[in-house]
């Protein structure tokens, strides 16, 4: 029963280039979260979709983050003309059906702006 | 705005003895408790929740306590391991209250359990 799973593991941009984080949903799972964590802080909610639809991007950066989650494929997160404040580690966490359950995490995606 | 608070950034148990992280919060929304364990580059991995209707919730070797009119939980690991050292979250959704389940993380304990 594979987990939660988010890829590239680890991304390198330079200053002004774009980053896409790509997650794929625990099986049966249509509730996708991102997270963020920077250093020496804790996780940080970015935004809740579901299949095709945005839900709660309260905790997005208004400017250069988008998200998706097609009906098809993973979810992304874009993150357009990196800065080097975008350096973090990306956690997509989801869970089953309803809301109010535990949200599983994927190992991460760890993010460095040179 | 904190709402969800782990006071002690680090803690050390001998091995075999009790671990005790704390976590208080201030949204009497919150609805749902979860506590987290990360070692360093994996992702937060589940250990066990409570929901606001109940105080206690055992798992094996960890129980989390409740005390709502005090904004508190707490994680009791016992007896404690070597392998149990690692970062601990603690978490809080108000997702049962109508919201969408977003969780609001502590900034975490850093446990080490010498042998």
């Known amino acids: 029963n594979a987990g939660v799973m988010q890829n590239p593991r680890h991304l390198v941009r330079r200053r002004g280039q774009e980053a896409r984080l790509r997650c794929s949903p625990m099986?049966?799972?249509?509730?996708v979260y991102w997270y963020r964590q920077l250093p020496e802080e804790g996780l940080k909610f970015m935004v809740y979709l579901q299949k095709e639809n945005i839900i709660d991007e309260s905790g997005m950066p208004k400017e250069r983050f988008s998200a998706e989650f097609p009906k098809e494929g993973p979810s992304i997160l874009r993150i357009q003309q990196v800065v080097r404040g975008d350096s973090a580690a990306y956690f997509c966490?989801?869970?089953?059906?309803?809301?109010?359950?535990?949200?599983?995490f994927g190992p991460g995606t760890r993010l460095l702006v040179l | 705005d904190q709402q969800v608070k782990q006071n002690s950034p680090s803690l050390s148990v001998q091995e075999g003895r009790i671990s005790i992280l704390n976590c208080d919060y201030t949204n009497s929304m919150f609805d749902y408790f979860l506590w987290y364990k990360k070692y360093p580059a994996e992702g937060p991995t589940f250990l066990i929740s409570i929901s606001s209707i109940k105080d206690k919730n055992e798992d094996g070797r960890f129980t989390v306590f409740l005390n709502k009119s005090a904004k508190h939980l707490s994680l009791h690991i016992v007896p404690s391991q070597p392998g149990d050292s690692a970062v601990y979250f603690c978490a809080a959704s108000a997702g049962r209250s109508g919201n969408t389940g977003k969780l609001i993380f502590g900034q975490g304990t850093t446990l080490q359990v010498k042998p």
């Open positions: 099986k049966g799972h249509s509730h």
């Open positions: 966490a989801s869970s089953p059906q309803s809301l109010g359950e535990t949200q599983y």
